[in-house]
C-alpha cells in the first residue's frame, strides 16, 4: 500500500510540459467572437449612419444627438444651417446629426 502512494505522488510531482501554441487558439477563438459579435456591427452602423448624413439635402427633417429637431436650410462640405423654430436657425456640424425624424400620423 506505501508502495501505491509513492508512486501516485511520484506521477504528481512531475511537471506536466505544455505547448506555448496550447493557449494561442483559445485566444484566437476569443479574439474573432469578439470582433464579429461587437466590433463589426458597430463599424456597419457607423457606415450606415454617414452615408445617411451624406444624403441629406435642405428640406429634410433631421434629429439632433441631443434631442432636438429641425429642418434642415443649407448643406455645406460641414455644417448645416437648421430651422429649429419659425425664424430660429442655428448652424451644426454633419456629426451632431442622430438621424432623420420620422413623421407620426395624425391622431384622430
Known amino acids: 500500500m506505501n508502495s501505491l502512494v509513492m508512486l501516485c505522488n511520484a506521477a504528481a510531482a512531475q511537471p506536466q510540459q505544455q505547448s506555448p501554441f496550447g493557449m494561442?487558439?483559445?485566444?484566437?477563438?476569443?479574439?474573432a467572437i469578439f470582433y464579429f459579435m461587437m466590433i463589426r456591427p458597430q463599424q456597419r452602423k457607423e457606415k450606415e449612419r454617414r452615408r445617411m448624413i451624406d444624403e441629406l439635402?435642405?428640406?429634410?427633417?433631421?434629429?439632433?444627438?441631443?434631442?432636438?429637431?429641425?429642418?434642415?436650410q443649407e448643406a455645406t462640405e460641414k455644417t448645416?444651417?437648421?430651422?429649429?423654430?419659425?425664424?430660429?436657425?442655428?448652424e451644426i456640424a454633419r456629426s451632431c446629426v442622430q438621424g432623420?425624424?420620422?413623421?407620426?400620423p395624425a391622431k384622430k
Do not use: D, N
Not at 494561442?24 to 479574439?31: F, G, Q
Not at 439635402?57 to 434642415?72: E, N, Y
Open 24 to 31: 494561442l487558439v483559445p485566444m484566437l477563438l476569443i479574439l
Open 57 to 72: 439635402r435642405a428640406g429634410a427633417k433631421i434629429v439632433f444627438a441631443g434631442g432636438l429637431m429641425g429642418t434642415i
Open 80 to 90: 448645416f444651417k437648421v430651422e429649429i423654430a419659425p425664424g430660429t436657425v442655428i
Open 100 to 104: 432623420v425624424a420620422v413623421e407620426e
